[in-house]
């Protein structure tokens, strides 16, 4: 079996194995709205000896992620695909052995993907990342509160492109794992009036946009079934959510719910006094899987409370440049010094898998014992200072 990066002649071939592996007719709009959408992926693909006879596939998704902060370079996978053929027989290992190593010398931090696995995404190094809580608010359970700004419905005539990009900026930058937008250009294809779906900005009492929310309206047969599913909510502090919330009780003689998700560090029972008699649902779920690629880089960009230092044992079965035993000197405020020693006793060692979650902060300390990758061999307390968790949270697809 032969697994490289496939040449610009053979993208056409990629398109068509995904169709194939998952039964998608790909018509020939579709082929083109495809072909536009991933130009600028990188393909890798497996093949058999033949190097003619393409059996997997994935593309390679290049973003700019907010990371402690700052930007920084990550790949979403996407499109994973095999023949049902030649499934069981290793095509995505191929992919992934020769793609990550090519991820690390590209400079990322990251990659991320959207599972239909756990289990065999951790087979290369990837590992259990971001959440999100999934609400369902009874749109009678919201107080009627004095209105604190004003909404425009945007349309092909107002679209308030400059206005949505900074929000979003904003907003994505609070969070490890957010997308960062290069633009906002997609709220030039809003059309309320064909499409249903229906994008309001916010503004606060000084008149800047502090919230944006895009839902449609969801009918079914009976009253209680008819709801409002809120495709994409940003907002920029609890009193700017607290506002989109009070437009959605609005509906409330028309429809019973609302339904969106939130970061789950976001405590919205803070702001909803009624959680009672079914009021409010609330669902955990899962969602993009992440994996550590450059874990030096990882470990310099950090944010530590205290100084302090300790050594790190990180075993990686893909890159190797992450193996190896680091010293870690911790610089509140600033860069971390990392430097890579021959030898010596490791105050942590653990795989890539769980050194993942650690550093997209899903997981700290705190939580040693229940992570089977990670054996403490001594209690440094600048471990503690360096991995915390903290919020996390994405809403790009790939």
């Not at 169709?19 to 007719?25: E, Q």
């Not at 992919?95 to 010398?105: T, W």
Request: net charge negative.
């Amino acid at each position: 079996m032969i697994s490289r990066m496939i040449r610009p002649d053979e993208k056409g071939r990629c398109d068509e194995l995904f169709s194939i592996a998952f039964d998608i007719p790909m018509t020939r709009e579709a082929y083109e709205h495809r072909k536009e959408i991933r130009d600028s992926c990188l393909r890798y693909a497996s093949f058999l000896d033949d190097d003619s006879t393409m059996i997997s596939k994935f593309v390679l998704n290049p973003y700019t992620m907010t990371y402690e902060g700052a930007p920084s370079l990550m790949f979403g996978v996407g499109g994973v695909s095999t023949l049902p053929a030649y499934r069981h027989m290793g095509g995505i290992r191929g992919c992934f052995e020769v793609a990550l190593p090519e991820m690390y010398r590209s400079g990322a931090a990251f990659s991320m993907l959207y599972p239909f696995s756990h289990a065999f995404y951790r087979k290369f190094g990837y590992e259990l990342g971001l959440t999100c809580a999934e609400w369902t608010v009874r749109l009678q359970s919201i107080p009627r509160l004095a209105k604190t700004g004003s909404c425009t419905l945007l349309d092909p005539d107002h679209t308030m492109e400059v206005d949505v990009l900074s929000l979003c900026h904003l907003f994505e930058n609070r969070f490890n794992g957010m997308v960062i937008s290069r633009d906002a250009g997609w709220v030039r294809k809003t059309n309320p009036y064909t499409d249903r779906q229906y994008t309001y900005l916010f503004r606060g009492p000084n008149g800047l946009p502090w919230a944006l929310a895009a839902f449609t309206p969801m009918t079914g047969p009976e009253q209680a079934s008819r709801w409002l599913n809120c495709t994409r909510l940003i907002f920029t502090s609890p009193q700017s959510l607290m506002d989109v919330l009070q437009f959605f009780s609005g509906y409330a003689s028309d429809y019973a719910c609302v339904r969106f998700r939130l970061p789950e560090s976001v405590p919205l029972s803070g702001i909803l006094p009624e959680f009672s008699l079914n009021s409010v649902e609330v669902r955990h779920a899962e969602t993009a899987m992440v994996r550590a690629i450059n874990a030096a880089y990882i470990l310099e960009h950090m944010r530590a409370y205290h100084d302090g230092q300790f050594t790190l044992e990180l075993h990686d079965d893909l890159i190797p440049e992450n193996n190896g035993l680091f010293s870690v000197t911790l610089c509140p405020g600033g860069t971390n010094h990392v430097t890579r020693l021959k030898d010596g006793k490791p105050d942590l060692q653990t795989d890539i898998q769980t050194f993942s979650r650690l550093a997209i902060r899903r997981n700290g300390m705190e939580q040693a014992p229940w992570l089977p990758g990670m054996h403490l061999m001594h209690d440094a307390p600048a471990l503690r200072s360096l991995f915390y968790a903290s919020p996390g949270y994405i809403t790009e697809s790939f």
